[in-house]
């Protein structure tokens, strides 16, 4: 691939006698939605956080625009323009859905959390944030209270809250977990929305949303890529069905 926004070498990482991580490389175009897919236990949320920097590898390299950010910390890749979206619910449940946000683009913009009272004043960041408000569709809950937010919502503002750092590269962790159909139905469209402005890397068991929202997927498994490519081919492949795929039920539903 060409120039890839996101290129990873052959990372390694282990923990104690577990080789979590076990010489990944793989490559995630500008524009692109890549999802990461594979059983529990395979090593996903390692790779992600060794994208984000919440986590050393212990070898390989890691390019985000052509520039090694493999020993860069975590709060500079955020600067350079990565962006996590949390698997556990990581809100302030008594801050406001805005407050949120604003709190978010503050922390990206540098200042200091000491400064927060001024973030809910401040009309920059709260336009930052009401922007972001409002490309997840929960500009009428901006004034809600984390805590009153439906777990849709709570998921949604998660995303607003990566959005505000206006990241180049969004890496997702399981957006889907713990959502009804419904609310499983509304992340996909916005995702779907989001895809278009964003390059996204998608961790996610939910094979109906990887299959309906992937350009490319990537299959783990023990720390491993077994197989990477387009939809249609993943689908295919003899080994990904045998160590993951064939215990899915849901797959053929998106196409
Ligand atoms: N902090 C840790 N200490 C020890 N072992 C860990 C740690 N984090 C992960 N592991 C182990 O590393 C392996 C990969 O775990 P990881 O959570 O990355 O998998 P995953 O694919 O994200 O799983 P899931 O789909 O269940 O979220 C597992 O064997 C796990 O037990």
Known sequence: MADPLLRVENL????????????VSLEVARGELHAIIGPNGAGKTTLISQLTGQLLPHAGTIYLAGQDITRVPAWRRSALGLARSFQITSLLPDFTAIDNVALAAQAHDGHSFRFW????KESGLRATAFAALQRVGL?????????KLSHGEQRELELAVALATSPQVLLLDEPMAGLGITESSRMVK?????????TIVLVEHDMDAVFALADRISVLVYGRVIASGA?????????VKRAYLGEQHAVTRHG
């Open 12 to 23: 390694v990482r282990r923990f104690g006698g577990i080789v979590a991580t076990d010489h």
């Open 117 to 120: 009272g001024n973030a809910r």
């Open 139 to 147: 500009v009428e809950r901006a004034n809600t209270l984390v805590s």
């Open 190 to 198: 916005l995702l779907q929305e989001l895809r278009r402005e964003v």
């Open 231 to 239: 939809p249609s081919e993943i689908r295919q492949n003899e080994e």
